[in-house]
């Protein structure tokens, strides 16, 4: 059974400084996804990495698919309080188009 | 851009009752997924779907039943429902193929059971 883990669970900093989250996993995926969730709403896809070693932008948040394609991060530079929300990750299983989800790293940026 | 709508966004049922959760996609998506997500469990997969009258169990189909009947509109069911489903539900919807893993979610069901 593929399985995903995710570090920080919970992350608390100050507008304007820089994060990372991790997205771990001892299984290969084919892709990674990040979402972001906030509260009381579905979440919303960000990004898909595809190729081991990929880095792909999305204005401040930078992210990163790992060489074996086990792994992942997620860099937000420079955090804002619009930043606030659960992060997801996600990864394909490899029968019928199933998602495998992380639990999430719960962010919450404090102007 | 993909739009997917759940037909509440809050519901209070009692013990018992039968309850209908609606999701509409408009993107033609061939598959359809129904989550619930609890503090400190995650998203788990109850049903999904890839295609019309199609359906496959997820992880924690026990207490549910789905229906699909037309390729836009997925819905979950709750035969009897207990306080143990209390719960967020999420609806989402992805293409088949290499874009699949994609998925797209509607804004969620608060449901409480009392």
């Known amino acids: 059974t593929q399985l995903l883990e995710q570090s920080p669970q919970f992350l608390s900093i100050q507008e304007g400084e820089n994060l990372t989250v991790y997205c771990n996993s001892s299984s290969v995926f084919s892709s990674l996804q990040w979402y972001r969730q906030e509260p009381g709403e579905g979440p919303v896809l960000l990004v898909t990495v595809v190729t081991g070693g990929e880095v792909k932008k999305l204005k401040r948040l930078t992210f990163q698919f790992g060489d074996a394609r086990k792994d992942s991060s997620l860099h937000i530079t420079a955090a804002q309080p619009g930043d606030t929300g659960l992060y997801l990750c996600a990864g394909g299983e490899t029968s019928y188009d199933k998602v495998i989800f992380g639990p999430g790293t719960s962010l919450s940026v404090i102007p | 851009d993909v739009k997917v709508t759940q037909s509440s966004r809050y519901l209070v049922k009692r013990t018992g009752e039968k309850v209908f959760l609606e999701c509409v996609q408009d993107m033609d998506h061939e598959n359809m997924f129904w989550y619930r997500q609890d503090p400190g469990l995650g998203l788990r997969l109850i049903y999904f779907s890839y295609d019309v009258k199609m359906k496959e169990k997820g992880d924690i189909p026990e207490g549910y039943s789905v229906s699909r009947e037309k390729k836009e509109r997925f819905s979950l069911i709750l035969e009897s429902a207990s306080t143990n489903q209390t719960s967020m539900y999420l609806c989402?919807?992805?293409?088949?193929?290499?874009?699949?893993?994609?998925?797209?979610f509607g804004p969620g069901t608060r449901l409480t059971v009392t």
């Open positions: 989402a919807s992805s293409f088949r193929g290499p874009r699949s893993y994609e998925q797209y």
